[in-house]
């Protein structure tokens, strides 16, 4: 069964590894470090969905792709397959917990592993493996994605992200050069993830401080969990499949809150996520929180991220003021087959630009305005899908075994 999130948003993924106390040979500190002679590395990634790839080896095997998650306490292997190849000595069964509506998941939990990364070897890492690749995240992304890398990468050095030209800076923290004109912001450190402060203006126009995970791993700008606990919804909201948990789908509703305040920074009518609270999840983390801020906020700023300092550096892109637009055609879709070159819908919102024409979940988009989607990225697709209200595009779409041709007219849900 295929996996697939709302264009733009990924996932939210949060652990509780209690299983870890259980497990010695992790309990020393798991890390990465420049190799000998260097004070810095250079590293390029790739962006996809608001993912952050990059590519490493695991016992000399690979490359394998890898998203870049400061959500996540521990490293995961999310594709089994790649695992007889590793040879892995040790693995210790655990369970691993978080938001959605199903059951805890299985997983193996290794040893330590050999894992390099361009200019970077690891001490003491090792990985949770899934069973089952139920995540789907090479669907999302339309390219093989193998796992997870989170708060190892991150808790030796400092790591600067400029995501104008797909760059990672990987710096020893005696040697980084702070932004001259950037914001400073307090980090703290907790069972491996980083929160920070924001004021928030909620809906109702009362005013918030809110302890967010600062997560680099979530595609959206905002998720307030929380919130429907003690308030209504804003007056204009959508539905929606906010993406993936360790406990299945994540329901929930987007809609826009007036303004977040982060350091000297204000960013106004913002895009927010309210996932639903399922019963099954309140205890999923024993950190207590507000929400989680995504990369489709933080990926307009240049960031230097230093854990060992328990900071973060926020340097302002031109487009931190520019709109936040949310997918305009009610479709949700991932890629399959050979190279990913099929487009699959999997929802359509009741209401929606695609539902007015008839689309329905298992129909596959073959061309957008005359061009095949197996020259598109997913990304191109998304970009198309949101590029404005009222705009009209063709499409061909396999559909009741055969192909149609329908003009979906977009429209603006948020």
């Known amino acids: 069964?295929?996996?697939?999130?709302?264009?733009?948003?990924?996932?939210?993924?949060?652990?509780?590894?209690?299983?870890?106390?259980?497990?010695?040979?992790?309990?020393?500190?798991?890390?990465?470090?420049?190799?000998?002679?260097?004070?810095?590395?250079?590293?390029?990634?790739?962006?996809?969905?608001?993912?952050?790839?990059?590519?490493?080896?695991?016992?000399?095997?690979?490359?394998?792709?890898?998203?870049?998650?400061?959500?996540?306490?521990?490293?995961?292997?999310?594709?089994?397959?790649?695992?007889?190849?590793?040879?892995?000595?040790h693995k210790h069964p655990i369970k691993l917990h978080g938001l959605g509506q199903g059951d805890d998941l299985e997983a193996q939990l290794t040893s330590a592993l050999d894992i390099k990364v361009h200019g970077l070897t690891s001490h003491n890492v090792g990985a949770a493996i899934l069973m089952k690749d139920f995540l789907g995240l090479s669907n999302c992304a339309g390219m093989p994605i193998h796992g997870l890398l989170g708060y190892e990468f991150f808790s030796n050095v400092v790591v600067k992200i400029n995501f104008q030209d797909s760059t990672l800076f990987v710096f020893r923290p005696a040697q980084i050069k702070k932004y001259a004109k950037g914001e400073k912001l307090p980090l703290s450190i907790e069972n491996n993830k980083p929160y920070l402060q924001a004021n928030v203006t909620l809906p109702n126009g009362a005013e918030k401080k809110c302890k967010l995970i600062m997560d680099i791993g979530a595609g959206h700008p905002l998720s307030l969990e929380n919130f429907l606990n003690t308030n209504e919804l804003p007056h204009n909201f959508i539905r929606a499949n906010l993406g993936q948990g360790f406990n299945g789908p994540i329901d929930g509703y987007i809609s826009r809150i007036p303004k977040i305040v982060l350091g000297r920074f204000s960013i106004e009518n913002l895009l927010t996520s309210f996932p639903t609270k399922h019963p099954e999840s309140i205890s999923y983390d024993a950190v207590l929180r507000d929400g989680n801020l995504g990369l489709g906020l933080l990926k307009r700023f240049a960031m230097i991220i230093d854990y060992p300092d328990s900071a973060i550096y926020l340097k302002p892109f031109k487009q931190l003021k520019a709109p936040f637009e949310h997918d305009m055609s009610g479709l949700e879709y991932y890629a399959t087959g050979d190279g990913y070159k099929h487009v699959i819908i999997d929802r359509v919102e009741p209401g929606s630009a695609g539902d007015l024409i008839g689309l329905e979940k298992d129909d596959e988009i073959v061309s957008i305005n005359f061009k095949s989607v197996a020259s598109m990225t997913i990304e191109d697709i998304d970009e198309l899908f949101k590029s404005g209200d009222n705009r009209s595009l063709l499409l061909e779409v396999f559909h009741d075994n055969k192909y149609d041709r329908v003009i979906l007219t977009l429209k603006r849900r948020i």
């Open 1 to 89: 069964m295929k996996r697939v999130y709302n264009p733009g948003v990924r996932i939210l993924l949060c652990i509780c590894l209690t299983a870890l106390v259980l497990y010695g040979q992790l309990l020393r500190a798991q890390s990465f470090d420049l190799d000998k002679g260097h004070n810095h590395v250079t590293i390029p990634f790739r962006m996809v969905r608001n993912m952050i790839i990059i590519k490493l080896t695991i016992n000399g095997k690979g490359p394998f792709n890898f998203i870049l998650d400061t959500g996540v306490g521990l490293m995961i292997i999310t594709d089994p397959d790649i695992i007889d190849s590793l040879n892995i000595n």
